[in-house]
């Protein structure tokens, strides 16, 4: 980490897999192709985005449709994985 | 109270390895939901499923109104396999804690 | 003659945009744009200070989001330094 300062410090890159790596038991939100998006605490994920997720949360169109203790998403739907963005009035 | 080390989930597909032999909830394209134990499964997400139940969700917009009807079909299945490229998500039951 | 155009490789093109506004359209009614922080063989791209544009039956949605991480599978064209708002 320390005193690597081969990259310009303005642009420096996050591939995939350092992405991968930061966000390990963190707050995200998946989105699906379908347009569906799961919120939840990442478990873990592997080379084909397949995911697990603890206290999952279904949103259809922005409604609460379901919840799930545990899920399981098959790669091949995943739009995006994005960390929850914490903009609006989120941390009191 | 379940052994920590059987409990450990390291990568996503041992989340479904600790769900053989229970119920589950499997989410399909084309709105389709099956309910079932699960006997076996693969990399793919290929499935064998026993005492299913199948949910089909179907939207139709009434053609006066234009009101959504929302029809869920129901229907029970014995036994059945689930090609794994048809899975978005599976949900095991609830882990007790 | 390396500044040929035709001589640029596809990724060497997108590798250039690393540290800049990226214009993302996807296959479907999905477009993205944001800062692109990285990317892998598949063109799974990490992007920064993201704005995701849906086209759906109610009009056009518009979502913030922090950082993601797209997956490369359903990209259909990739637009440096552009947005949609610039095409409109």
Not at chain 2, 52 to 80: A, S, W
Not at chain 3, 46 to 70: H, M, N, S
Request: hydrophobic content about 35%; aromatic content about 6%; some cysteine.
């Amino acid at each position: 980490m320390s005193g690597s300062v081969e990259k310009v410090s303005s642009g420096t890159t996050k591939t995939p897999a350092d992405f991968l790596k930061s966000i390990r038991g963190k707050d995200v939100v998946v989105k699906l192709n379908s347009g569906v998006d799961y919120r939840g605490i990442l478990t873990c994920l592997d080379g084909y985005m397949n995911i697990a997720m603890e206290q999952t949360e279904e949103y259809v169109n922005g409604q609460l449709k379901n919840k799930y203790g545990d899920a399981f998403i098959r790669g091949n739907n995943v739009l995006y994985i994005s960390t929850v963005n914490r903009t609006l009035g989120d941390g009191a | 109270m379940s052994g920590e080390e059987e409990a450990t989930v390291r990568e996503p597909l041992d989340l479904i390895r600790l769900s053989l032999d229970e119920r589950i909830h499997v989410k399909l394209r084309s709105d389709r939901e099956l309910r079932g134990k699960l006997h076996a499964f693969d990399q793919h997400l290929n499935m064998i499923l026993g005492d299913v139940e199948e949910v089909i969700t179907t939207v139709e917009i009434d053609d006066e109104t234009y009101e959504e009807i929302v029809r869920m079909t129901k229907r029970t299945i014995q036994f059945l396999f689930v090609r794994g490229d048809g899975v978005i998500l599976v949900a095991p039951p609830l882990r007790s804690t | 003659m390396s500044n040929n155009p035709s001589q640029l490789l596809p990724s060497e093109l997108i590798d250039r945009c690393i540290g800049s506004r990226i214009w993302v359209i996807m296959k479907g009614d999905k477009e993205l744009v944001g800062i692109l922080k990285g990317f892998d063989v598949y063109v799974n791209m990490v992007l920064e200070d993201v704005t995701e544009y849906e086209i759906t039956a109610e009009g056009r949605r518009v979502t913030k989001l922090d950082q993601i991480l797209l997956n490369g599978n359903n990209i259909a064209i990739l637009v440096p330094g552009g947005s949609p708002e610039d095409a409109e």
